[in-house]
């Protein structure tokens, strides 16, 4: 028997979101489940970025699905700037209220030569600081400064803090791949449920 002030275990089984955008650039769809066993299926067109999103899914145990074609003949920046966006969106829209969330994540990732550290908060106000430098301007073909453009993307439309050090590192893909995997750790405890808290985690009362 419960109470009105009986506290309520916060369900999961509902966060998950399908989000598709359509623009002159790019046709972009993203399914979305934070309470995923770490899947993906990862299609933009871009390999490297590809990868990276399969680490995000994988270490952050999302269930990631994402398809897209955008207008690649000129190159790579509207289609990863647009599938972080949509991704941001479906990862707040998946939140729903954000109740019982631990709504912080940090992680500290290595990767051979290369160190992330990755803080988030998952406020509802976006802000983003990024520390890092890539010793080439490519890998591969996709150009590095995508990286940063893909993460301020993926904060300003999840509403969230997103600050990221990258202290060391002689190699570029070293260095990306750190970031993605020190992110994945980090939303995957910022989204996770607190079983100690039956309520949103702010003295607002709203994020």
Same mark, same amino acid.
């Given at each position: 028997?419960t ?5 309520q275990?916060v369900?999961t ?6 989000? +598709?955008?359509?623009t002159r ?5 993203? $399914?979305?489940?934070?309470?995923g $066993?770490?899947? +993906? $299926?990862i299609?933009t ?5 590809d990868h990276m ?5 994988r270490?952050?145990?999302l ?5 897209a074609?955008?207008d ?5 920046h509207h289609?990863?700037?647009?599938? +972080? ?8 829209q998946a939140?729903?209220?954000?109740r019982?969330?631990?709504?912080y994540?940090?992680a500290?990732?290595?990767?051979e030569?290369?160190?992330a550290?990755?803080?988030l908060?998952l $406020?509802?106000?976006p802000a ?5 430098r890539f010793?080439?301007?490519k ?5 590095v400064?995508l990286?940063?453009e893909?993460?301020r ?9 997103l600050h990221i ?6 190699? +570029? ?6 970031i993605f995997?020190?992110?994945a750790?980090a939303?995957?405890q910022?989204?996770?449920?607190d ?13």
């Amino acid at each position: 028997m419960t109470t009105p002030d009986t506290p309520q275990k916060v369900k999961t089984t509902c966060r998950m979101k399908d989000i +598709s955008r359509r623009t002159r650039e790019t046709q972009i769809s993203v $399914s979305l489940n934070l309470d995923g $066993s770490g899947t +993906s $299926s990862i299609a933009t067109g871009v390999g490297f970025f590809d990868h990276m999103l399969d680490h995000l899914a994988r270490h952050g145990m999302l269930d990631l699905k994402v398809q897209a074609t955008g207008d690649l003949h000129i190159d790579a920046h509207h289609t990863v700037e647009d599938v +972080s966006l949509v991704l941001g969106a479906a990862i707040l829209q998946a939140l729903g209220d954000k109740r019982g969330i631990y709504r912080y994540g940090w992680a500290s990732v290595p990767m051979e030569d290369a160190l992330a550290n990755v803080a988030l908060d998952l $406020s509802g106000r976006p802000a983003f600081v990024f520390n890092a430098r890539f010793p080439a301007p490519k890998i591969g073909e996709f150009d590095v400064e995508l990286v940063p453009e893909a993460l301020r993307s993926l904060a300003n439309t999840a509403g969230m803090n997103l600050h990221i050090n990258v202290p060391y590192g002689t190699n +570029s893909h070293h260095i990306a791949e750190a970031i993605f995997k020190a992110l994945a750790k980090a939303l995957r405890q910022a989204v996770a449920i607190d079983p100690q808290s039956h309520d949103i985690p702010s003295t607002k009362g709203v994020l």
